[in-house]
């Protein structure tokens, strides 16, 4: 049964839970709508070397990812499903990767089962597979070294290893592309001890040729180009985004060393009760070669992000893949021996994390209400309803372990399924503006100049509108670097020359502005606009139209 019905279920579960939900929300700011319009200017203006964020040069990414989401967009249309579809294929693909190296690793097909649904079904995977940056394809592509590594330890045959290391170099480059050095970094974190200590160093260098140079043929041709169409491309991204963000004082998102020690504990929900033993399993069975190198697979990773003083949540997301093999393994024994205490703790565990949800939304809403009493009713009641099928997935587990020890993934998919669906109106019209931005698309598409005072509304506006040339009004962010060029210098739009811009501006035809208003400094910079516009509002969101200035 397991054989015959295991992927077919998997597959089921992944568009029901992974694909259904990304037309249901719109784009999040601000990370949804860059990726998504520097994607479409590539479509555009056909420019695949060298990202461009709203015309302005952005360096901080290479640009294999937004080649992903581009395509995703070409096929199934400049729409929110396009965009995040690249997301979730990855995600998908890293879940097909665990079933693929767990057979590989065991040749049984319920730890391939288990192993899977428990990757699956990790809410952290889960929601960044709906979710468009580059963060899903970069850890597809770590995962894919992870294991084409074992295939390249476990192969027998010459052949056998020779196209493994070719598919480590593949990937290699793939990530490369996507993200940068860390790609060839990660895997030689993995690969140098475990040689070392199965004293296979000379294969390790041997064969590891193979997979250099693969690498280099894969992404020679993009490093050339976009060092022929900008020089100084290499420069910014080398010490900006790697060696900065690694070592540098003034490291964004700074974070203490511990800092992902307890988010691999938040990321393994529902999963949590599990760890214990699983760390416990890893640990008495460290000397077996498949143990050691998962471990490997694991602390490497996790190692080398604790060390850099720049840490964000998503860059542990390749660490799941292993953790979700050693628990796999650990829990497929377990049911095997009849042993279904862990997961009644575990079943017992989610429910209480539902019931408190349960009742801090209640209490919120009586006291100070979230969704706003009538036109919130159906939103409401979808979170209800994903909370209360939560609670009784993980009951079923709570009551019968061993017969329902897979009940979880019904939680995670409701959570994942219904949430982004349901956010209360106070959410969606704050960091969703595309939607927004709808209501008014003609006004807004038929403006001859556009302006914004917030990158995230400025990127919705573009990719919404397919027209990169939004003015950015006392704002520059990340574009600080890009915009410097003299042939972008003029996007930048202070307050001293807002009026002026605006009056000229206004010479040429209507003029549309979307600003985000949330304090004292965004009311002074609406107040220096004109007053003649018609105006808009949704949550912090303004939409201003001007007409035509009379000649």
């Not at 319920?110 to 699956?120: A, E, F, H, W």
């Not at 590594?149 to 480059?173: I, N």
């Not at 050095?181 to 040689?195: G, K, Q």
């Not at 972008?488 to 002026?500: C, F, G, L």
Request: aromatic share 14%.
């Amino acid at each position: 049964m397991i054989r015959r019905w295991a992927l077919p279920l998997l597959l089921l579960a992944f568009g029901v839970f992974y694909l259904l939900p990304l037309a249901t929300h719109g784009l999040w700011i601000p990370d949804e709508t860059r990726y998504a319009q520097i994607s479409q200017e590539m479509l555009l203006t056909g420019k695949w070397a060298s990202p461009h964020f709203m015309g302005i040069r952005y360096f901080e990414k290479p640009a294999a990812g937004y080649w992903m989401i581009a395509l995703g967009q070409a096929i199934f249309g400049q729409n929110l499903f396009g965009v995040r579809f690249a997301s979730a294929l990855s995600t998908g693909l890293s879940i097909l990767l665990v079933y693929l190296v767990s057979r590989r690793l065991w040749n049984d097909p319920q730890k391939s089962l288990v192993s899977t649904v428990l990757y699956m079904s990790f809410v952290s995977v889960a929601l960044l597979g709906g979710y468009a940056n580059l963060d899903p394809q970069f850890t597809f592509w770590v995962n894919l070294t992870g294991v084409a590594l074992w295939f390249c330890f476990d192969s027998t045959t010459r052949r056998g290893r020779l196209w493994s290391w070719a598919l480590l170099g593949f990937a290699c480059g793939m990530g490369f592309m996507t993200k940068g050095f860390l790609a060839w970094l990660l895997p030689v974190l993995i690969a140098l001890p475990y040689a070392i200590w199965q004293k296979r160093f000379g294969e390790l260098l041997g064969y590891g040729v193979v997979a250099v140079v693969v690498a280099i043929v894969v992404s020679l041709p993009w490093a050339l180009a976009v060092h022929l169409q900008e020089p100084d491309y290499w420069n910014f991204f080398f010490w900006h985004e790697h060696i900065q963000r690694f070592a540098g004082d003034d490291a964004q998102h700074a974070e203490p060393f511990w800092y992902y020690l307890p988010l691999m504990v938040a990321f393994s929900l529902p999963w949590i009760a599990l760890l214990p033993s699983t760390v416990k399993q890893a640990w008495l069975g460290k000397r077996l070669p498949k143990t050691a190198f998962l471990l490997l697979w694991l602390l490497m990773p996790l190692a080398f992000f604790s060390l850099a003083k720049g840490k964000l949540p998503s860059y542990i997301m390749p660490c799941l893949l292993p953790l979700a093999l050693l628990m796999g393994s650990a829990l497929s024994d377990k049911l095997v021996q009849g042993h279904g205490r862990a997961l009644r703790i575990n079943g017992w565990l989610n429910v209480g994390f539902g019931v408190l949800a349960l009742l801090a939304l209640s209490g919120f809403q009586m006291k100070k209400p979230v969704y706003a009493h009538g036109e919130e009713t159906l939103s409401l009641l979808l979170v209800f309803i994903c909370l209360f099928g939560w609670v009784v997935a993980n009951l079923l587990q709570a009551a019968r372990p061993l017969k329902f020890w897979a009940a979880p993934l019904i939680g995670s998919g409701l959570l994942v399924l219904l949430v982004p669906a349901a956010l209360p109106h106070s959410v969606v019209y704050n960091k969703t503006p595309d939607q927004f931005i709808i209501d008014h698309q003609h006004e807004l598409q038929t403006s001859t100049a556009l302006l914004s005072n917030d990158l995230g509304a400025a990127s919705a506006l573009s990719w919404r509108l397919g027209r990169p040339d939004v003015a950015l009004y006392n704002t520059v962010g990340e574009v600080k670097y890009g915009i410097a060029y003299a042939d972008t210098a003029h996007r930048k739009i202070d307050t001293a020359q807002v009026q002026q811009w605006m009056t000229e501006a206004r010479k040429q035809g209507p003029v549309g502005v979307v600003m985000r208003v949330k304090g004292d400094d965004e009311v002074a910079e609406v107040n220096l606009l004109p007053q003649d516009g018609k105006r808009y509002e949704q949550g912090n969101l303004v939409i201003l139209i001007f007409p035509q200035a009379a000649p």
